[in-house]
């Protein structure tokens, strides 16, 4: 379509150039011509030209856009299997400048690139096929300028454009997440006297970033005053041939006007070639960004054939070890531990034992190197991660909360709970008394990462969404943490009740009145369980130290 | 004149003086032409035009270049400082209202709404005065070559920009709706990618996908909406100029073949007949720039003209020199605008160099508290006084650095272990740095991470362990020379040998310091000097530990429910 709409627009500019010579020499020496067949023609070109990049600009937006969404949700897809293990060191805002500003620019590739491309190599071709049935001489020119004005300058534009171009999109990420950290941690900044200094480095990264934008603007406008330059050398070019040509009658006098239109008809497709290829880094950077990202391969694999899950709960532990480097101490060296269905078992540890990371193993966010893990007699590495997830439910030590209203985030993992479900999963967590008080109840907007709740409130809010989930198996991460120990203490009741038949995991560096929720104690040091006993003989111990 | 008028002025300038180097190029070419076709004369006659024509063409390029690289800087300058305003004025609204909003949307603004602005200025603005100016010029060149073909662009030219018009409302509120939906998409997908090991977590993840693929498919619908208008106006310009040059040409022609017209004349107006449009034309093709730009510079007005809250009594410049403070709260009363967080009547003081605690139920007003002390938000009713002044007349710029905080939840700033640490002193010297972080334990936590200092840190601290966490918020704030600290829960996380361990590591580092600090964990209170017990927004009671724990208030119920293990 777009090389239809622009051999229209080379052949009206061509034979209306042909015509008026030819409709000049007829009057001059008053010969009759066909003048009929010219005149239908320009008009004819003049509505394909038209009609055609109406249509082509709409099929190539529409297809493109298409393939960037699919390509956006395909992204996002790709994402979901590497969240936590792999994106850990990589913020948000990153990604999100991948899956939005860098995906956008892949736009380029087909619009302005490859399309272009091959109306020009197509265009081109034609164009001096019939420049060479009338001369040799002005189609050779022609060719010339056309090397220097589709191919040299593309070339140069893409050597120059890398270097900026790369430095353009990186800067643009930086940039990205320097403000999304400047809006986020604003309080802090603020408080701790450093917003000077980040809006500083700010200022200093969006210079960088229009200087970057200068450079490469300055370099398509080189390229696109070039391609022009050449569409002129061209003009002059088949002047300077045809000239001595129509002397010698070698050529008839009204192919000369036609084959001059053509030369710089034939340009109006070279023309944008430069410009879009000095863009070519930058786009290439975005690509290699998202398909860096989309190539990563997760830590843990999905079995292949899922088995039949069994109905079983055991969790069971033998000789678990597991670090995050080769080159590292091992953060687990060989855990053996029962949770048996039913059961409450407390892990105790101090701040950095690995007790966190146990969660993650459980949860198969994060491989461990030896020994084995099974629940309900299946080894972990044969559970589909969701099934798994739909059986263990985890309280985070930081839970996130989705910048949405409460209800849209109690109602995450179960999207068809009832009220009554809900207000009693809010009882359970003592919450519902705060969220009555609210003007808005359950509609309240919670903000974004649960910013409009208190520390409190928002794990007693995270531990609601976990009883929603009714899994068999509950995961506590420091349950207690930013709640005063009345809370506290009414929420434990709660839970004691609430998980009557559920294995439950607690996972502490301090039992103190949880001590209630558990019948049993593992004491995790340095990566090991050094003893597993029964609460009241925790306890006694506990006592007799102090 | 302002550099950025300059520029444009500079940019149309030379534009309109190219358009004139244009219309004398065609008329060479037009005689070329012409003796070439018509007297057959050899290559030696022409050589002298063909020169000139080299010459102009080179000339023309400089001009044409010089009108890319005047209309880019003509937008830097107006643009480049665009990030920045907003910034300011997010920060003039302060940390309340911006925790009210989704940093997905506010970065959508900053970065691709500044971003939508360069198209307008580098490339429509320039262009709506050239393509004024230039079918001007070019008319009045083929006035007296040919009055026939000046009569015919004279008919045309007007349609263009009145169709233009007509379009241009629809246009507007589509780009519009776009634009909307496009920050609306910074919500939910920075959300969604922030929180996606919990999306794994809650098994929602499938679902965020649809939501996302939802989303996606409206904004494109959206776009092609946009487009569809934008190309409809831009074809429509087209197809105006495309017939005008076609009717001009055959016009021309008959004319030519009747004699009425000589060639020379009839090639030179054919020439410039495309340039008369063409200035219309590439305006088309910059119609979807002009309203993406609209449509984000709307919102961007609307962010800017956010009213700012009121500065009250603060004097620039003011703050307490003395160098220990003392604080004291005489009848607070304060409320957020969402109803949460209420003070009532508090008086309490903080005396200077002591170490108060505040404890109570969650969700008491402790952090509200702090906020106040901060200055992110006023009291509504009362005083806070420091030193006998009244906080409310100091400059907060000032006053917050006399002041350091520890909030509940840090944030983890992109960067190393370093640059977080030193996020609060950049200029901190080594032997205060190694102290500070010895007194945290964080040297055990060096020791393990794998690139030492310049670990890169996830976001929320991810690598780092809760205790880890919050011991470098601790050391943060520790390392600034502030004679307040503020503390909210520091000792959340962390148990309570390293609790103890911590307390006494820093403890000379706080001697002569105010504290006042948070407390859930009982633990802690030991250390306190002073304790105050917050309850349903008022001071229920306060003395010293020992006092209340035998005082059979309510810390006295806490820590009774703390200990009954």
């Known amino acids: 379509m777009a090389l239809i709409a622009t051999l229209a627009g080379i052949a009206l500019l061509a034979v209306s150039g042909r015509f008026i010579a030819s409709m000049a020499l007829a009057g001059v020496s008053g010969i009759a011509i066909n003048y009929f067949t010219p005149a239908a023609l320009i008009r004819g070109f003049a509505i394909v030209r038209t009609g055609g ?8 937006h529409e297809a493109t856009l298409r393939a960037l969404s699919g390509l956006r949700v395909w992204l996002f897809q790709r994402l979901i299997p590497l969240a936590p293990a792999r994106l850990g060191a990589l913020h948000s805002a990153d990604l999100f400048a991948r899956l939005r500003a860098d995906v956008d620019r892949l736009e380029h590739v087909y619009l302005a690139l490859l399309t272009p491309l091959l109306v020009a190599i197509s265009a081109s071709v034609i164009v001096l096929a019939v420049m060479l049935a009338y001369s040799v001489g002005i189609a050779l020119i022609t060719l010339l300028c056309v090397l220097i004005g589709g191919w040299w300058l593309p070339w ?40 000077q200094n980040m809006d500083e480095r700010i200022g200093k990264m969006d210079t960088e970033l229009w200087q970057q934008r200068r450079k490469l603007d300055r370099l398509q406008a080189l390229g696109g005053v070039g391609a022009a330059f050449a569409a002129q050398l061209a003009v002059l070019g088949v002047l300077w041939i045809g000239v001595p040509e129509v002397h010698r009658n070698g050529l008839a006098p009204a192919d000369l006007a036609m084959l001059a239109m053509l030369a710089l008809a034939l340009f109006e497709s070279i023309t944008p070639l430069p410009e879009a290829w000095a863009q070519m880094g930058a786009t290439f950077k975005a690509a290699g960004r998202i398909f860096d990202l989309a190539d990563t391969e997760p830590v843990i694999h999905e079995p292949k054939f899922p088995p039949s899950m069994p109905t079983d709960t055991e969790l069971r532990l033998e000789g678990v070890q597991m670090r995050y480097r080769e080159d590292h101490p091992w953060v687990l060296d060989g855990v053996d531990l029962c949770l048996a269905p039913g059961e409450r078992l407390a892990l105790v540890g101090a701040s950095g034992a ?82 009555r008080q609210l003007p808005e109840g359950l509609e309240t907007w919670v903000g974004e990462n649960g910013m409009q709740l208190s520390g409190g409130q928002l794990r007693r809010v995270a531990i609601a969404r976990a009883l929603l989930m009714d899994a068999p198996v509950l995961i506590l991460d420091e349950p207690t943490e930013g709640l005063d120990a009345a809370t506290a203490r009414s929420l434990y009741q709660a839970l004691l009740r609430v998980t009557q038949g559920r294995s439950l995991l607690l996972i502490s560096h301090r039992l103190g009145s949880m001590a209630t929720l558990v019948d049993q104690v593992a004491c995790l040091q340095q990566g090991r369980i050094v003893k597993q006993l029964t609460v009241q003989d925790y306890l006694a111990s506990r006592r007799r130290e102090n | ?93 302060g940390p309340l209202w911006l925790r009210s909003q989704s940093s997905g949307e506010l970065v959508t603004q900053v970065m691709d709404g500044v971003d939508a602005l360069v198209p307008y200025y580098a490339r429509v603005l320039p262009q709506t005065a050239l393509a004024a100016a230039v079918p001007l010029i070019i008319f009045l060149v083929v006035l007296p070559a040919d009055w026939v073909t000046a009569l015919i662009l004279l008919v045309t030219a007007p ?26 998409m910074g919500t939910l997908f920075l959300d969604a990618l922030s929180g996606l090991a919990t999306l794994r977590q809650l098994n929602a993840a499938q679902r965020m996908i649809q939501t996302i693929a939802d989303s996606t498919e409206s904004y494109r619908r959206e776009t092609m909406e946009v487009l569809r208008i934008a190309f409809l106006s831009s074809v429509v310009l087209e197809f105006f100029a495309t017939v005008s040059i076609a009717v001009v040409a055959v016009w021309v022609g008959f004319r030519l073949f009747w004699g009425d017209l000589d060639f020379q004349r009839g090639m030179f107006v054919l020439l410039l007949v495309p340039e008369f449009y063409l200035p219309l034309r590439a305006l088309g093709t910059l119609r979807h720039s002009r309203m993406e730009a609209l449509a984000a510079a709307q919102s961007m007005a609307e962010l800017l003209g956010m009213p700012l809250p009121e500065k009250g009594v603060e004097k620039i410049g003011r703050c307490c020199v003395a160098e220990q403070i003392g604080i004291s709260l005489q009848d607070v009363d304060f409320q957020y605008a969402a109803g949460r967080g209420v003070l ?28 106040l002390l901060l200055g992110f938000a006023r009291p509504q009713r009362g005083r806070i006084l420091v030193n006998g002044e009244d906080l409310a007349e100091f400059d907060m710029n000032v006053w917050r650095q006399r002041v350091s905080w520890v909030p509940q939840r840090a944030h983890v700033f992109a960067g190393s272990f370093r640059d977080n640490l030193l996020i609060a002193n950049p200029q901190v010297g080594d032997m205060r740095l190694r102290q500070v972080v010895q007194a945290c334990a964080l040297d055990m936590v060096l020791k393990n991470l794998p ?115």
């Open chain 1, 53 to 60: 990049r109406y249509v082509e600009r709409l099929v190539t």
């Open chain 1, 156 to 195: 140069w534009g893409l050597r120059w454009g890398t270097t900026p171009g790369e430095r353009e999109v990186e800067t643009h990420a930086t940039l990205r997440i320097a403000i999304v950290d400047r809006l986020r941690g604003e309080s802090e900044l603020l408080a701790l006297g450093a917003i």
């Open chain 1, 354 to 435: 690995g007790k966190s990371s146990l969660a993650k193993l459980l949860l198969r966010f994060h491989p461990y190197q030896h020994g084995t893990i099974y629940f309900g007699g299946l080894s972990l590495d044969r559970w589909p991660g969701d099934a798994l997830r739909r059986r263990i439910a985890v309280i985070d030590q930081r839970p996130y909360l989705f910048d949405a209203s409460l209800r849209e985030n109690l109602l995450l993992a179960c999207p068809d709970t009832d009220d009554a479900t809900l207000w009693r999963a809010l009882h359970d967590a003592q919450l519902d008394t705060m969220v």
């Open chain 2, 1 to 93: 004149m302002q550099p950025a008028r300059r520029l444009v002025a500079l940019a149309v300038g030379s534009g309109i003086v190219q358009a004139t180097l244009m219309c004398v190029a065609a008329w060479l070419l037009a005689r070329v032409l012409f003796l070439s076709i018509f007297e057959h004369v050899p290559l030696a006659r022409v050589s002298g035009y063909l020169l000139a024509l080299l010459g102009l063409a080179v000339l023309r390029m400089g001009l044409a270049y010089e009108v890319r690289r005047a209309s880019f800087a003509a937008a830097v300058r107006v643009v480049g400082s665009m990030r920045h305003r907003l910034l300011e004025h997010v920060r003039s609204l």
């Open chain 2, 159 to 184: 349609l263009i920009p009145w169709f233009m018009v007509l379009v241009g409302n629809a246009a507007e509120h589509a780009s519009q709706t776009r634009w909307l939906h496009l920050r609306r």
């Open chain 2, 344 to 371: 009532k009547q508090v008086s309490f003081d903080v005396p200077e160099g002591q170490r108060t605690a505040l404890v109570g139920p969650s969700g008491g007003g402790k952090s509200t508290l702090l906020d």
């Open chain 2, 451 to 565: 690139r030492s200092w310049d670990t890169p840190l996830g976001e929320r601290g991810y690598g780092l362990s809760g205790g880890e966490l919050q011991r470098l918020a601790l050391a943060r704030a520790l390392l600034r020379d502030s004679p307040l600290l503020l503390l909210d829960e520091p000792t959340q996380h962390l148990d309570a040998d390293m609790v103890q361990q911590i307390f006494e590591a820093i403890g000379p580092m706080l001697s002569g310091r105010t504290v006042l600090w948070v407390a859930h964990n009982l633990d802690a209170t030991v250390y306190a000097d002073h304790l105050v017990v917050l309850d349903a927004g008022a001071v229920v009671e306060q003395g010293t530990p020992t006092q209340l724990a035998h005082g059979g208030g309510l810390y006295a119920r806490l820590l009774e429910a703390d200990e009954r293990a």
